[in-house]
């Protein structure tokens, strides 16, 4: 009878202990605006993963592990990548001030679905053989 006291207690003291939801949290960055809505936070998370592409593609050209044939294409999407920073600033500004951002986002989330698609361009297809 004891152990089955025993028993009971500790399976109550540890259903009580380790089953609270689990909610993930993102803290905010100090001295970090944080976007007004899940578009603008999408559209930051884009073009940050995008920088880093763009960054690692134009080091691949340079140490010749991409072919130099793809500047021009680089390039591009750099352009389109300043060009879509400067629409979210833009969108981010609207927003605050709380007018209509409806064209805005429209500019930009065809901004964002070109650069991605300009990204994934740049990218050899799988197997390729660095350029030599």
Same mark, same amino acid.
């Given at each position: /009878?004891?152990n %089955?006291?025993? #028993?009971?207690? /500790?399976?109550?003291?540890? #259903? !009580? =202990?380790?089953?609270?939801?689990?909610v993930? =949290?993102? $803290?905010?960055? &100090?001295?970090?605006?944080?976007p007004v809505?899940? !578009?603008? $936070?999408y #559209? !930051?998370? =884009?073009l940050?993963?995008?920088?880093?592409? %763009?960054?690692?593609t134009?080091?691949?050209i @340079?140490n010749g592990?991409l &072919?130099?044939s793809?500047?021009a294409d *680089?390039d591009r999407a750099?352009a389109?990548?300043?060009? #879509?920073?400067?629409?979210?600033?833009?969108?981010?500004t +609207?927003?605050?001030a709380g007018?209509?951002?409806? +064209?805005?986002?429209?500019? *930009?989330?065809g901004? @964002?679905?070109t %650069?991605?698609?300009l990204? +994934?361009n %740049?990218? &050899?297809?799988a197997?390729? &053989?660095?350029?030599?």
């Amino acid at each position: /009878m004891r152990n %089955l006291i025993l #028993a009971v207690s /500790m399976t109550v003291c540890l #259903a !009580f =202990t380790g089953c609270g939801a689990h909610v993930a =949290t993102t $803290a905010a960055v &100090p001295g970090q605006v944080q976007p007004v809505n899940d !578009f603008e $936070a999408y #559209a !930051f998370r =884009t073009l940050d993963d995008s920088q880093v592409g %763009l960054n690692k593609t134009k080091e691949q050209i @340079l140490n010749g592990g991409l &072919p130099k044939s793809l500047t021009a294409d *680089l390039d591009r999407a750099i352009a389109l990548y300043n060009t #879509a920073q400067q629409v979210l600033k833009n969108y981010d500004t +609207a927003a605050r001030a709380g007018n209509d951002v409806s +064209a805005l986002q429209q500019e *930009l989330a065809g901004d @964002l679905a070109t %650069l991605i698609q300009l990204l +994934a361009n %740049l990218k &050899p297809p799988a197997g390729t &053989p660095p350029a030599s």
